[in-house]
DNA sequence: CTTCGACATGTCAAAGTTGGAATGTCGCTG
DNA sequence: CAGCGACATTCCAACTTTGACATGTCGAAG
């Protein structure tokens, strides 16, 4: 009926209710629970957000109102619409991938920090993919996976952010590493120019080494 | 009662450009590229945004025009204050952890699907890794390493690429493996139910019925 | 029966992000 | 010298995200 065109955002928040909707009906205040529960590191969102969306979706037909409640509590289903657009999102649209890493960019600009200074930051991300490795680790062992959808990709997401933990603590560790290598080099250049100035001609530097484009 | 003191944002496009401009001076123009050359993984910035963010930092007193150039061109500078700030937020700013994974989202709610649907997902999530990888090795080996800082730590930030991408490829491609063992079990399960009550069949397609009428 | 915490929804301002349009200059090439 | 492509900046409208504030109801404990 109603096909909203002319629109190829990528709007995951709405993308993340009609999916938890999909798997049961639930109220805004429901919904909040499990974005904070299992998916605050994938799709973080408040209750602004949240309400906003549902009642957006309402008007759309992707959702509606199943049953009233208590509190004037209202208990949102999906829709067939609401079905087939999550369908559509799910099986046509392009994933974009992770952006703004935070983290990563400040790696960017580490050469303006000290050595030790950088390789403190370093260690701290390692230490803090530690932590959430760990954080991950301990989900696995109390969630009860029960239903075996649910089991099955749930399990697969939780061992995604293991196994990035994993690297990312490994790659911190050897980027540390790394620093003191190159200041161990730079150290030895310093040697190197120093006695360069007594004995100028010998250069270190093996001739037709460097980059002459590609 | 409610004095505005102090603000506690995270704002790393300003830092972005603050990082940028500590390497060497440079106009919006050129600072456009550089968003679009090295930082497009890590913090993607639309012309508008770097045009408005140089002139707040002006206003600010962290960057200077220290040059006009032929076409209107202004090439900004960092000051001492800015570089105090850039200091500041790579010492003592926590950083945030990536967010908002759109890809991962989807894994979620990969169960409206069928499994094959899943697994061609999963499948096309390890090309895209795979071929994000190619690309980060074919930067490695064109890039030019020659200032040692930016060397040393470019080269870490490469080295982070290179990593995410090989474990996001390992994993997508043992997810949509998982997703063929759940399915073996689950017709596992279902031939022994369907034994109960009748001659057990070769079943391969679980009845999906289709959703009609789009 | 009063109070309190959990339940439940709604609204708002400010900041950040996206994508595009509008405007104009310089320098080279035909 | 006309035209074109690269250089270069500014402005804007729409949308998303954040975080806080406002409002009110139900149920159980004291």
Chains 1, 2 share one sequence.
Do not use: C
């Not at 805004?28 to 979706?57: C, H, I, R």
């Not at 079905?83 to 890493?101: D, K």
């Not at 190159?182 to 190197?192: F, I, P, Q, S, T």
């Amino acid at each position: 009926m109603s096909l909203v065109e002319g629109k190829v955002q990528v709007m995951s928040l709405r993308h993340a209710v009609l999916g938890l909707l999909s798997e049961s009906p639930a109220s805004g205040y429901d919904l909040m629970k499990l974005f904070n529960a299992s998916l605050t590191s994938v799709w973080p969102a408040t209750q602004s957000q949240v309400y906003g969306e549902l009642n957006k979706l309402t008007t759309a037909g992707l959702v509606e109102v199943a049953a009233h409640g208590p509190r004037g509590r209202k208990e949102y289903a999906i829709t067939d619409d609401g079905l087939a657009e999550l369908r559509h999102w799910l099986t046509e649209i392009a994933p974009t991938g992770p952006q703004r890493h935070d983290g990563l960019l400040r790696v960017f600009f580490l050469g303006i920090l000290t050595p030790l200074e950088a390789q403190s930051y370093l260690l701290t991300q390692a230490e803090t993919a530690a932590r959430a490795h760990t954080a991950y680790e301990q989900i696995d062992r109390t969630a009860e996976w029960d239903d075996e959808m649910i089991s099955v990709y749930g399990r697969i997401a939780l061992e995604y952010g293991l196994r990035m933990t994993t690297t990312m603590e490994e790659w911190a560790r050897w980027a540390a590493d790394e620093v003191t290598s190159a200041k161990a080099r730079k150290a030895g250049e310093l040697a190197r120019a120093q006695r360069g100035r007594e004995r100028p001609e010998q250069d270190e530097q093996p001739a037709g080494e460097r980059p002459s484009g590609d």
